[in-house]
């Protein structure tokens, strides 16, 4: 058995790990813990106090209780939010609270999509135009190329959880484009578990989203590689168990 930890900031598109880890089968496990959201708002100053270190380390108190072998913030505004080193800081602390290997959602979009080979993306995001620049910058940071950018300029992650798929692929392929090679799907609380066959399907290539990015980088600190198409082209890679 292998178990994951996630820490999820509040109640909004949790929904999509129990659908996850189902369509995982095997031997993999996901705990997931929820920490105080504070102020449901993407603006930066409520982002940063999301992902505090007094936060994260309070869900880490549950979490460890689990069993988990990895653990991984997920939430993609509350870490990209501190910029790149900031962000490197951020997981840096919590490995250390954790006593073991930790990541966040933002750093899970980068590995993920050098795993997949590509470094022209779009991003479609839920959040106002800012946070959604400030997504855009912290993966430029990391070296790739972000050709559009689309913003829907929504403030809270109680109105994003209840989007369904006329929304999600909406958005999709609002922010697709010619040049991208991929399409990144940033918002946690947005849910995608169920879509992404459809959307890889629609737009005729990868898409990485924020919840499945998270397991897949929770897998990669536990140095397991799973085959699950049904959760896109990022579980079809090289796998090491097969399911």
Known sequence: MTALGLLYPGHSGEDDY?????????????????????EDAHRPEALREMGSAARLAAGMEELR????????????SGS????????????????????MPASSTSFAFVHAAREIGV????????????????????????GLEVVAVRSSGIVTAA???????EEVLTLARAADGAEA???LLPDTALHTAAHLPLLEKA????????NQVSVWEGLRLADRRVNAPALGTLFTRE?????
């Open 181 to 183: 090679e991929a399409v």
């Open 65 to 76: 209780l689990t069993g988990a072998e990895t653990v991984v913030w997920a939430c993609t």
């Open 203 to 210: 737009l005729s290539k990868p898409v990485l989203t924020a």
């Open 239 to 243: 796998p090491i168990v097969q399911v």
């Open 159 to 165: 109105e994003v959880g209840t989007w369904g798929e």
């Open 18 to 38: 129990p659908r996850i880890e189902q369509l995982l089968g095997s031997d993999i496990r996901l705990d997931v813990v929820h920490t105080d959201i504070g």
């Open 80 to 99: 990209f939010v501190y910029g790149w080193e900031g962000a490197q800081e951020q997981v840096r602390a919590l490995a250390r609270v954790a006593g």
């Open 119 to 142: 470094r022209r993306v779009a991003v479609g995001a839920t959040y106002p135009e800012d946070v959604a620049a400030l997504f855009a910058d912290f993966l430029r940071a990391a």
